[in-house]
């Protein structure tokens, strides 16, 4: 097995499959997944792609954006990312790609909670994802090395060589003159979540066991329409866009509370939402449903797919019956930290890039729909600064294929405690008495014979409830609440 390359790239999202698109044929280059290659959030993504629909709405997705970040984003990133996505778009139509438009081929543009014009666009319908993933992965010149998980970060003297991964119940090394991060969020390390089964935050575990550093990892987004009651581990997301487009969020009675909460009701910030469900719940002990029967079945069904075949799949026939909803943790915008070209601070030959990277682009909230577009513009930032700096390489050392026990017995237990813990701790409201247990708990589990996935998972909670604890008033997603 070939082990040394031009750029290894951990993940098969829309990050790494849109950096490898962008590199140069020529170059050797390795893609990694953890499990299919399909198997990411990129796959599941429902709603769309937010972009700027002329030049006049650049500087108004730059608005937004930085509204729903709470100003908290970087405004450079901001700038690069709505300046940038309509070249980025423009380039996947060029290559081929479909969005959904109308009988004239207009595009049609939808509108999402904090948009302040419709400028989403979608595919499939409610299936964006699914499309750009089976799209990309028909374009893709390279080859994926499926079911490898990365297990460490070959680094010597702030210089990354390569990555560590488990492939076929082997250890081995695989060298690469640039490595790529593109490995996503961190869902796993919550009870309720929407995420693919392999986001775990191991790559963000790793950069922290390395002194790399992750910033704003306080900031978690929580979506608000998520149906938990079944027993999968990745919860169904109803997609914002169902709110958008008339979707009402209702309680027993059909009463719409989230107007008490905030004068745009369900079209309010997702935070906003969220904890008006979350807080309206534990008040009120009702259930909260999201009511969908303003729409008509044919244009439901054609409109939303997945959705409709999903939901009948679990017993419910939309658009007719309500759906009992909850929030779910669903984005990181805290990662690892980058430059706008996605080189990782003080590393050298080591990218980050999608949600797995933080450039500030999200600041304390994301703006719905801005995820799968700074997957495409700033992967393809980085391809262009990998070709730029490849000659620069240092040359290859050798590290030893060495690797501490990955799982431990009783490690699953743990994990599931820890999931729990983050749930109800570190979730949507917060306090310092919940966090200040959180951190001593996870702090003893740290303390435990424990494997080195368990342990990754374990500095990313941890870093995530210091960042919290660190963050003493509510800002965006990180919600303080006051003592009565
Ligand atoms: C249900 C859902 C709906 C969404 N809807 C939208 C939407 O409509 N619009 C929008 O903009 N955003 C949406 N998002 C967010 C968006 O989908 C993600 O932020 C984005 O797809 C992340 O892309 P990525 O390439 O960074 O990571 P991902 O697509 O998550 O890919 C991560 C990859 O890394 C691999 N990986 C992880 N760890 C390892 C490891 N240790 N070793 C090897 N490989 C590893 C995984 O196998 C996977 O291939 C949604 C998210 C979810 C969960």
Not at 40 to 53: D, E, L, R, W
Not at 428 to 439: D, G, H, M, S, T
Request: glycine letters at 8%; a neutral charge.
């Amino acid at each position: 097995m070939k082990t040394s390359y031009d750029v290894v790239i951990v993940g098969t999202g829309i990050a790494g499959l849109h950096c490898a698109l962008n590199l140069p044929k020529h170059l050797s280059v390795l893609l990694v997944a953890k499990d299919y290659a399909w198997e990411c959030n990129t796959f599941y993504a429902q709603g769309g792609v937010a972009v700027a629909k002329d030049e006049a709405d650049i500087a108004l997705h730059v608005s937004d954006t930085l509204h729903a970040g709470a100003g908290h984003c970087v405004k450079e990133a901001v700038d690069v990312l709505c300046s940038e996505g309509p070249k980025a778009i423009a380039s996947l139509i060029k290559r081929g790609f479909c969005f959904d438009s109308d009988e004239k081929g207009d595009l049609l543009y939808t509108k999402e909670a904090a948009h302040s014009t419709h400028r989403i666009l979608h595919a499939g319908g409610d299936a964006t994802g699914r499309h750009i993933h089976l799209f990309m992965m028909q374009h893709l010149p390279f080859p994926i090395l499926y079911n490898t998980q990365v297990t460490d970060l070959l680094m010597h003297e702030n210089t990354c060589y390569g990555v560590r991964v488990l492939h076929a119940g082997d250890i081995i090394n695989l060298y690469g003159k640039k490595v790529v991060i593109a490995s996503g969020g961190v869902g796993s390390l919550y009870e309720y979540h929407t995420n693919a089964r392999t986001i775990s935050a191991d790559m963000q575990g790793m950069c922290l066991s390395h002194s790399i550093e992750l910033a704003d990892m306080e900031m978690m987004q929580f979506h608000p329409t998520a149906f938990v009651l079944g027993t999968a581990v990745r919860k169904q997301l109803l997609s914002e866009s169902l709110r958008g487009e008339g979707a009402k969020v209702v309680d027993d009675e059909g009463r719409r509370f989230v107007f008490d909460y905030h004068p745009d009701g369900e079209l309010a910030p997702r935070d906003v939402v969220s904890r008006a469900i979350f807080d309206y719940k534990q008040k009120s002990g009702k259930e909260v449903y999201l009511d969908v029967s303003d729409f008509e079945e044919s244009h439901f069904q054609k409109r939303f797919p997945s959705i409709y075949f999903n939901m009948k799949n679990i017993g419910y026939n939309l658009p007719s019956e309500r759906i009992p909803i909850s929030p779910a943790f669903h984005y990181s915008m805290g990662g690892i930290r980058t430059t706008m070209n996605g080189e990782v601070l003080h590393v050298k030959h080591l990218y980050a890039i999608g949600e797995a990277a933080h450039t500030g682009v999200h600041g304390a909230n994301r703006l719905a729909s801005n995820s799968l577009l700074e997957g495409l513009v700033f992967s393809y930032r980085a391809a262009l600064d990998i070709q730029a700096t490849l000659s620069n390489a240092s040359s290859v050392i050798s590290f030893s294929e060495k690797e501490a026990i990955l799982i431990c017995e009783g490690d699953k237990i743990l994990k599931n405690e820890l999931r729990h813990l983050m749930w109800c701790h570190a979730g949507i409201v917060r306090n310092e008495q919940n966090l200040q247990f959180a951190r001593k708990r996870v702090k003893e589990m740290l303390e435990l014979p424990i494997g080195k996935l368990l342990r990754l998972r374990l500095l990313v909670s941890q870093e995530i409830i210091q960042s919290a604890l660190k963050r003493k008033a509510s800002l965006g997603a990180h919600f303080i609440q006051k003592r009565s």
